[in-house]
């Protein structure tokens, strides 16, 4: 079965700093670009971080730019996020999604999610 | 950035309706565009990619259409299952963007 499974979340105060996994099974993780998208509670998706197959390009979005960092390790079939200096506003469960191949980038398998929440 | 809005941001709607949602791009993004369903609790689902490719699994009485800056999800005949909340997202360029979202809701 394919899969994506989140690891890592928690409580963490302000400033703070947490390391998401998500391990990918049932397909080649190498073959496909990968993505973190968050939901803050009770809102819409936000897109925050992709990284190419072999990890040599990674894009992000600029409310984590500079704090966020996303690496994989194909051999461990594994995608990462680094979360440093964490805002109140980070607070969301945090998705990681594979690119469809061959086509106009769409993220056809999810993750269940794991869920982060910053506070005090 | 490319900005996408999505209307209306809730719409009611019966069993065996059909409704359209409109997704706008502030720029043109050609057919780079996916569409999504996320019931309450529950993990985003692929529906739509590339404008009007239907993804695997995916129930034909959904459609897409669309290109350059206006696009459109059409449910033809709507299901109980069917209600939930609908997303847009442009992949034509970084940072990737999701429309709002548009809240199908029970008449």
């Known amino acids: 079965e394919v899969q994506l499974v989140e690891s890592g979340g928690g409580l963490v105060q302000p400033g703070g700093s947490l390391r998401l996994s998500c391990a990918a099974s049932?397909?080649?993780?190498?073959?496909?670009?990968m993505n973190w998208v968050r939901q803050a509670p009770g809102k819409g998706l936000e897109w925050v971080s992709h990284?190419?197959?072999?990890?040599?390009?990674?894009y992000y979005a600029d409310s984590v730019k500079g704090r966020f960092t996303t690496s994989r390790d194909n051999a461990k079939n594994s995608l990462y996020l680094q979360m440093n200096s964490l805002r109140t506003e980070d607070t969301a469960i945090y998705y990681c999604?594979?690119?469809?191949?061959?086509?106009?980038?769409?993220?056809?398998?999810w993750g269940q999610g794991t869920i982060v929440t910053v506070s005090s | 950035d490319i900005q996408m809005t999505q209307s209306p941001s809730s719409v009611s709607a019966s069993v065996g309706d059909r409704v359209t949602i409109t997704c706008r791009a502030s720029?043109?993004?050609?057919?780079?565009l996916a569409w999504y369903q996320q019931k309450p609790g529950q993990v985003p689902k692929l529906l739509i990619y590339?404008?009007?490719s239907l993804q695997s699994g995916v129930p034909s009485r959904f459609s897409g259409s669309g290109s350059g800056t206006e696009f459109t999800l059409t449910l033809s005949s709507l299901q109980p299952e069917d209600f939930a909340s609908y997303y847009c997202?442009?992949?034509?360029?970084?940072?990737?963007?999701f429309g709002q979202g548009t809240k199908l809701e029970i008449k």
């Open positions: 049932g397909f080649t993780l190498s073959s496909h670009d």
């Open positions: 999604a594979r690119n469809k191949v061959a086509t106009p980038d769409a993220f056809d398998i």
């Open positions: 997202q442009q992949t034509k360029s970084f940072p990737y963007t």
């Open positions: 590339a404008a009007s």
């Open positions: 720029q043109g993004i050609s057919s780079w």
């Open positions: 990284i190419s197959r072999s990890g040599n390009s990674k």
